[in-house]
């Protein structure tokens, strides 16, 4: 949390973590997908945007900021991964995600129903599901939730 508060984040304050990084160029999603997300959080919210990702992201996190129009705080290049854990809210097991579809393509389609199989609701996730835990914890609803995990993994961890 030194790390926020350091970079002028107001920890009394709503914050989101966006980390759209992704070294697979079939795992990234448009920029302006993100920068629509972060403006609306923060014209309708309120919330601060924090950008987070590698080296290797930082023009992804530039795009952003620059076409959101709305102030960020970006940590591109400069978090390691347990950092960045540490301020995530959302634990998401299994989701069903264009890499599932590469499994799929390159013969691992038995693999992936074999990690399906473990999970107690019988199925992978979706990634609205993912976004839906995420929207609550925006919302008044989650007003006074603050500090803890949330596993969104179709029972996974309780198994």
Excluded at 18 to 36: D, I, K, L, N
Aim: aromatic fraction near 6%; hydrophobic fraction near 40%; proline fraction near 6%.
């Amino acid at each position: 949390m030194e790390i926020l508060h350091y970079h002028g984040v107001n920890l009394r304050n709503h914050w989101l973590i966006m980390h759209p990084g992704a070294t697979a160029p079939s795992r990234r999603y448009p920029v302006e997908g993100f920068a629509e997300v972060a403006r609306r959080l923060h014209r309708d919210n309120g919330y601060q945007i924090i950008l987070t990702g590698s080296e290797e992201d930082k023009p992804i996190l530039e795009g952003i900021r620059e076409t959101c129009g709305v102030p960020t705080v970006t940590f591109g290049g400069m978090t390691n991964i347990e950092q960045v854990a540490a301020l995530i809210a959302i634990c998401p097991g299994l989701i069903w995600t264009p890499m599932a579809d590469e499994m799929v393509a390159a013969g691992q389609g038995d693999a992936l129903k074999g990690m399906e199989k473990m999970i107690p609701m019988g199925r992978v996730g979706r990634p609205e599901e993912i976004a839906s835990a995420v929207l609550w914890l925006c919302s008044d609803a989650a007003s006074y939730v603050t500090g803890q995990s949330i596993s969104v993994d179709g029972g996974f961890v309780m198994r």
